[in-house]
Every structure is written in C-alpha cells, then in structure tokens.
Antibody, heavy 117, light 111 residues
C-alpha cells in the first residue's frame, strides 16, 4: 500500500529556514515523479515543486531560488528545503505522487508551516 | 489569480446533475496537456477524482465524469449526494511555466 507521511512543519520566523520530509512506503520515490503542493489557510491548491524520476527539478516562480526539492533514495524520502521564508509561505504543505504518470494519485496528510514573528 | 479558471461555487439539489468548468489557455489545456480533477473534503487532503481528462481511478463512482475540448475541461457530477459537498480542483501542466497548474477551486453545495 502506498503511503506518504509528511513531517517537519511548525512555527518559524520570517527569514528562517525549515526542511520538510515526506517518508514514502509501498513504492520507490525515485521511480515516480513527486511533487509538493501547498494550501494557504482558506485558499486553493498551489503547486510548489516537482522532481521527476530522472532527477529534473522545477519550481513555481513564487519559491524559485528559495526552495529546493530533493530525495534520498536510501531513505525513500522526499524533502523540501525552504529558506528565506515569508509570511505568504504559510500553508499546509502536501507531498504527492503521480498516478501512472497522470495526475496526483497519492497524497500525504499535510504538514502546517506557519511563518510569523 | 490562478492559471486555470473555475467558477467559485456551484450548487444543486440531491439527485440533480451539476458541471464545473475549467478554462485554460494555449500553453496548458489548449496545448494538449491532460486535465485532472480532485475532490477535497473539509480538513482532508485532495483525492484524485478524474485523471487523463476522462478516466476514473478505481473506487470513484461513475456518477463522476470528465471531458475536455479545446482550452477547456469540465467535471460533471450526476445523481448529486450530500457527501459530494466538497471543493473541486482541476489541474494540468503548463509549458510556459514548466510546471503543474491548478484551478482556483469550486465549492459544491448540495442544497
């Protein structure tokens, strides 16, 4: 059974850094494309970043240069390193996996990141 | 401002049929990229409802159907049930952004 479990969220001051983790089971993170999607309180879904099976990475303009997506195949875990955090980065962050390369078929439960002083 | 445009809300009585539109452009839906739909119940993670424009993952009732034409796509829900009350999002890929794009979401109210 495919499972995704995020961790690492919390309260952080503006300008600070945080690393989110997404532990995967039931499949290998390197064999699928993996994404981070966020949802600000009361708002819609916003794509953040993707890492493809070949290792290519892409970012939304709103986080480019500040966030880095990566994976550790030995730990079967996806990461999102978030630097220079801003108030507008406050959101629930979900990791998600593709459904046979079509759509995001598997989602974690989400982890809340709050950027505030 | 979302790249894909959805109506903020739709409503219908139990048993009725509703549709939710998703309008994109020549760099996403119009370029031939697939559209996927998600259902998000309050306080939960999104769930894939339709993938590849028209396909349902196993376990999704056939009351849910998707279509795509030109730069737009639609999600239809027939035989509305109280448990269908949720937020619905469309998603595609945008070549000019080199990334995934979502619609702003549509809140479905079952009257």
């Amino acid at each position: 059974e495919v499972q995704l479990v995020e961790s690492g969220g919390g309260l952080i001051q503006p300008g600070g850094s945080l690393r989110l983790s997404c532990a995967a089971s039931g499949f290998t993170v390197s064999s699928n494309y993996m994404t981070w999607v966020r949802q600000a309180p009361g708002k819609g879904l916003e794509w953040v970043s993707v890492i493809y099976s070949g290792g290519s990475t892409y970012y939304a303009d709103s986080v480019k240069g500040r966030f880095t997506i990566s994976r550790d195949n030995s730990k079967n875990t996806l990461y999102l390193q978030m630097n220079s955090l801003r108030a507008e980065d406050t959101a629930v962050y979900y990791c998600a996996r593709d459904h046979d390369s079509s759509g995001l078929g598997y989602w974690g439960q989400g982890t809340l990141v709050t950027v505030s002083s | 401002q979302s790249v894909l445009t959805q109506p903020p809300s739709v409503s219908g009585a139990p048993g009725q049929r509703v549709t939710i539109s998703c309008t994109g452009s020549s760099s996403n839906i119009g370029a031939g990229y697939d559209v996927h739909w998600y259902q998000q119940l309050p306080g939960t993670a999104p769930k894939l409802l339709i993938y590849g424009n028209i396909n349902r993952p196993s376990g999704v009732p056939d009351r849910f159907s998707g279509s795509k034409s030109g730069t737009s796509a639609s999600l239809a829900i027939s035989g509305l049930q109280a448990e269908d009350e949720a937020d619905y999002y469309c998603q595609s890929y945008d070549s000019s952004l080199s990334g995934l794009v979502f619609g702003g979401g549509t809140k479905l109210t079952v009257l």
